[in-house]
């Protein structure tokens, strides 16, 4: 026996397909909007798979590493650290890893070091290799830090040679001075822009006493990755004026954002997961940076 399509039917039909168009019309749209792992550092060393999981769920889009060693990725081969990313919507995007400079900078131990480093990021197919921090000597004289300069030269050149841009993340410690110069202003002078591209902490420099927005005003397009951080989630402290700095992002060279935490006012996740939305709910925050320049 046929079911009969009465009038009302259809209406409700109707109603009901208009609203569901109108919700999905009015959704906010997606984010490009990573996360570093290093954010989730209590939690990933237990259990990758189901804080990747988490990580998807809340909405972030790509993933920076903070766990590299001997050529894996927590513990995982490349290509399957990626395949574990890629099946929670996750690109895995950035790494942060590094090697002191050596004292010889012909030393052939540290050069196998990079080598294998760089080809485990290859195969992941990650594109930004970030090196977090320098040894004491860099911040010990200018000298120290000129040393340096040339090592991540020769680093980002081998980079360069797989399709892996590379970079340096800041800290406060950056923005002290050498004979009336800032640390940071002479690696940035100091370090080929084919070769090094910086990923801005935008907390530490703040923090650091200086101002994000004058330096993407002065070193136009070094900046490719920006860590998006507050004292603790982002947005609620009230002291980053990132509407400001989201607003000069024109010129920086940015083409990602990343949220990074370090101190949370509730669990991790739950913390990770405010300071997405924050920016998913801020109109200054593009959807998208990747054709950024």
């Known amino acids: 026996m046929k079911k009969r399509f009465s009038f009302r039917m259809l209406v409700s039909t109707c109603i009901f ?94 050069w196998a070091w990079w080598k294998q480093c760089i080809d485990a990021h290859a195969a992941a197919g990650v594109k930004y290799l970030v090196q977090p921090s320098m040894g004491g000597k860099a911040y010990e ?45 002479i690696m940035l002078k100091n370090t080929d822009p084919k070769k090094v591209m910086f990923e801005i902490d935008l907390y530490w420099a703040v923090e650091g006493g200086v101002n994000p927005v004058d330096y993407f005003k002065q070193y136009p397009g070094r900046f490719m990755l920006w860590h998006v951080k507050d004292v603790k989630e982002i947005g609620a402290s009230g002291k980053m004026d990132f509407k400001t700095i989201f607003e000069n992002a024109k010129g920086s060279g940015m083409k990602y954002i990343i949220v990074e935490q370090e101190a949370y006012s509730m669990p991790q996740i739950q913390s990770v997961k405010a300071s997405h939305d924050y920016l998913m709910k801020s109109d200054f925050v593009k959807k998208d940076y990747s054709k950024n320049k």
Request: aromatic share 12%; proline share 3%; net charge negative.
């Open 17 to 110: 397909s208009g609203a569901m168009l109108f919700t999905a019309c009015n959704a906010a749209p997606k984010k490009d909007i990573g996360l570093q792992l290093y954010s989730l550092r209590d939690l990933i060393g237990k259990d990758v798979p189901g804080i990747l999981d988490s990580v998807g769920k809340v909405g972030y889009t790509n993933v920076e590493a903070a766990s590299y060693g001997d050529g894996k990725f927590y513990g995982m081969d490349p290509v399957a650290f990626k395949a574990l990313c890629e099946k929670n919507g996750l690109k895995f995007l950035s790494s942060h890893c590094g090697h002191d400079c050596p004292e010889d900078l012909s030393d052939a131990a540290t």
């Open 141 to 185: 004289s200018e000298a120290g830090l000129l040393k340096y300069c040339q090592y991540f030269n020769k680093i980002g050149e081998m980079c360069n040679a797989k399709g892996i841009r590379f970079g340096y993340h800041n800290h406060s410690g950056e923005f002290k001075e050498f004979n009336g110069t800032k640390m940071y202003d």
